[in-house]
Antibody, heavy 119, light 106 residues
Framework: QIQVVQSGPEVKKPGASVKVRCEAS????????ITWVRQAPGQGLEWMGW????????NYAQKFQGRVTLTTDTSTSTAYMEMRSLRSDDTAVYYC????????????WGQGTLVTVSS | DIQMTQSPSTLSASVGDRVTITCRAS??????LAWYQQKPGKAPKVLIY???ALESGVPSRFSGSGSGTEFTLTISSLQPDDFANYYC????????FGQGTKVEIK
């Protein structure tokens, strides 16, 4: 069965960087993009970007361009989201999901990774 | 970027009620619209994709309609498990989510 499993919670200080891991299994990893979405406490969903494992092509939301880097390792079917220069308002749950481009949606989601930014 | 306006933000309803949530896009998105259900502490779950296609395993009481800029999610007979937050999401190269609708017990 298809599974998407993310790395555990992180606590970072303002100005630091964080790298969240997203490991997929049960399907051909290179055949689907991975998308990233975050959700601040008590708030809605915010799209960050997506990456195609087969080509390495990325597409970022303008808000995150230059501060977020999405990468993949096809040998381990793993995607990564790195965010730099963290601020307190980056405190959120970060989700990765398999992006089904034919359907235009995320069809399998990770469990989420809480990133807390606090001094 | 395309903006998605979702309404209402909160909806109070009873078990058995017919419920409708609306999403409006700032420009035409064809049928590139998905609906998600999210429960507290859980990841979103896709219910509807391409505006009206029911995701596998999703109960048939959920339905979606619309195209262009106006879309609706309908729950034909609200069940106890349906009290949750709902989001629309458009796909046009980039994604955008609506602000969300909380469906609560009346």
């Amino acid at each position: 069965q298809i599974q998407v499993v993310q790395s555990g919670p992180e606590v970072k200080k303002p100005g630091a960087s964080v790298k969240v891991r997203c490991e997929a299994s049960g399907y051909t990893f290179s055949s689907y993009a991975i998308t990233w979405v975050r959700q601040a406490p008590g708030q809605g969903l915010e799209w960050m970007g997506w990456i195609s494992p087969s080509s390495g092509n990325t597409n970022y939301a303008q808000k995150f361009q230059g501060r977020v880097t999405l990468t993949t390792d096809t040998s381990t079917s793993t995607a990564y989201m790195e965010m730099r220069s963290l601020r307190s308002d980056d405190t959120a749950v970060y989700y990765c999901a398999r992006f089904n481009a034919i359907h235009g949606c995320g069809d399998y989601w990770g469990q989420g990774t809480l990133v807390t930014v606090s001094s | 970027d395309i903006q998605m306006t979702q309404s209402p933000s909160t909806l109070s309803a009873s078990v058995g009620d017919r419920v409708t949530i609306t999403c409006r896009a700032s420009q035409s998105i064809g049928n590139w619209l998905a609906w998600y259900q999210q429960k507290p502490g859980k990841a979103p779950k896709v219910l509807i994709y391409q505006a009206s296609a029911l995701e596998s395993g999703v109960p048939s009481r959920f339905s979606g309609s619309g195209s262009g800029t106006e879309f609706t999610l309908t729950i034909s007979s609200l069940q106890p498990d349906d009290f949750a937050n709902y989001y629309c999401q458009q796909y046009n190269s980039h994604w955008t989510f609506g602000q969300g609708t909380k469906v609560e017990i009346k």
